[in-house]
């Protein structure tokens, strides 16, 4: 098909239209038509390929993977346009869709304004100029070709066009189900291939919890576990930790007590995510010890049917969660103000933060606020002591691998005599580099599979 040139306006040579091609206060060069030619913009079309298989990755490296669950569009062409807007029509979903001009200004896919390999925007708030001289059909019928008032050129194909326009509903995230038993992934099997890899990080995305099973009975083998999915993330007690009974501990776990659910770090603004605790020892004189889990996100939901207005109370008042620990190595004062509680737009549970043993006082609340507080806050207690548990005595060589968003953990008291010992080691990864390796395995392995919310406050 032979490019169809129009200019901006529905009405040629109209007098906005004449305004449109002008340069204006809003664009990069006051000299546009002493510097504009043929030549010129054929020149820098090998720049643009707004192509998701080639050089513009639209903010993901490669971009080759971006739009892996759509079926590329055989055309796109131009229907109309405005001063300010275009109208395409897709050629796969016979849709007509309207872009601003500064959206497409905004995510040009050219190689002066996104990096080829990496597929991230070079530019940003320095481009001023959102007004087009002339838009046209590219050659083929594969998308539209903008040449703005500035100078530049930008070539928008058909698979570029349907990224700026479509709604990603395979990236809608759906509530996980209830995870009725725990289930066993095998050490090697994870370590030794992506396979298996992608088997236990989609247990751990279904039921928040996974039962990980001949792992080697050395320390740091909770890193190197971790590491198959990501960096581990370090925190205030460094990139490894030692749950074990002390007579100076900096955290209650690191003593016999019994500990409530609750979930790791929650006075951080971004708690860990993936929580992972490896049993180096557990004597058989040692009493008690049992780890308990609770899905957090599951009583959220049995809150929110029971108990409509305790819900709405704990997704709008903001809780205090503190750790002020001064007499240590490295001193700690944080503390983060939030929700129980956040929901998205269709009203999904995104993420819930319960952790009584970091609780501080309300602040900024008048008396009715903390009465509706308390009274909701009881509510939720409530269910959680009700809400079906995962009860284990974890044994050497096992380790309870979970999302420290989405599940809560706890454990019982534990004692023995002077010779029994109970030692778990634990780390962290980061949700996000989570939810990441699980999607790019998902692609790989079983694409049409569901995605949940994971806890990360993710409004998908």
Not at 106 to 129: I, L, N, T, Y
């Amino acid at each position: 098909m032979a490019a169809r040139l129009v200019r901006l306006g529905r009405v040629a040579l109209s007098r906005r239209v004449m305004k449109a091609v002008r340069p204006t206060g809003l664009c990069a060069s006051a000299s546009f038509w002493s510097r504009f030619s043929v030549a010129h913009v054929a020149a820098r079309r090998h720049h643009s390929t707004g192509s998701l298989g080639g050089g513009g990755g639209f903010g993901v490296g490669g971009g080759g993977a971006l739009v892996s669950s759509m079926d590329a569009l055989e055309s796109a062409t131009l229907e109309s346009q405005d001063a300010d807007r275009v109208a395409v029509l897709l050629g796969a979903s016979g849709t007509v869709h309207e872009l601003l001009l500064a959206k497409l200004r905004h995510h040009c896919p050219c190689s002066e304004c996104q990096e080829p390999f990496s597929g991230q925007r070079q530019v940003g708030a320095q481009v001023r100029c959102f007004e087009a001289s002339t838009i046209s059909d590219a050659a083929g019928g594969n998308g539209i070709e903008v040449v703005w008032a500035d100078g530049h050129f930008s070539h928008f194909s058909a698979d570029w066009l349907t990224r700026l326009t479509v709604d990603r509903t395979d990236l809608e995230l759906q509530d996980p189900p209830v995870c009725n038993a725990l289930q066993k992934s095998d050490f090697a099997d994870i370590v030794g291939s992506d396979a298996g890899l992608f088997r236990w990080l989609a247990q751990m995305h279904r039921d928040g919890a996974a039962l990980v099973v001949g792992v080697p009975e050395q320390h740091n083998s909770v890193c190197q576990l971790a590491r198959r999915i990501s960096h581990v993330q370090p925190t205030i007690y460094g990139d490894v930790f030692d749950v074990v009974s002390t007579s100076k501990p900096v955290n209650i776990a690191y003593t016999g007590h019994g500990l409530v659910l609750h979930q790791d770090l929650a006075y951080y603004e971004s708690p860990p995510g993936l929580q992972f605790l490896h049993c180096l020892r557990f004597d058989n004189n040692v009493k008690g010890g049992e780890s308990t889990l609770v899905d957090a996100f599951h009583a959220a939901r049995r809150l929110e049917q029971a108990d409509p207005a305790a819900f709405a109370a704990l997704c709008h008042i903001p809780a205090t969660f503190e750790k002020d620990h001064r007499d240590r190595e490295i001193p700690v004062a944080l503390t983060c103000r939030r929700p129980h509680i956040t929901t998205n737009a269709r009203g999904q549970v995104t993420s819930v933060t319960w952790a009584p043993p970091f609780e501080g006082p309300l602040q900024s609340l008048d008396i009715e606020q903390e009465q509706l507080y308390y009274a909701a806050y009881a509510k939720l207690e409530e269910i959680l002591d009700s809400t079906p548990q995962h009860r284990l005595r974890l044994k050497q060589g096992e380790m309870l691998t979970f999302n420290n968003r989405r599940m809560l953990h706890g454990r019982t008291a534990f004692y023995s005599d002077v010779h029994g010992a109970r030692h778990l080691q634990g780390c962290y990864v980061n949700i996000d580099e989570f939810h990441s390796r699980l999607r790019t395995l998902r692609d790989k392995f079983d694409p049409e599979a569901p995605l949940y919310h994971v806890g990360n406050q993710n409004l998908l």
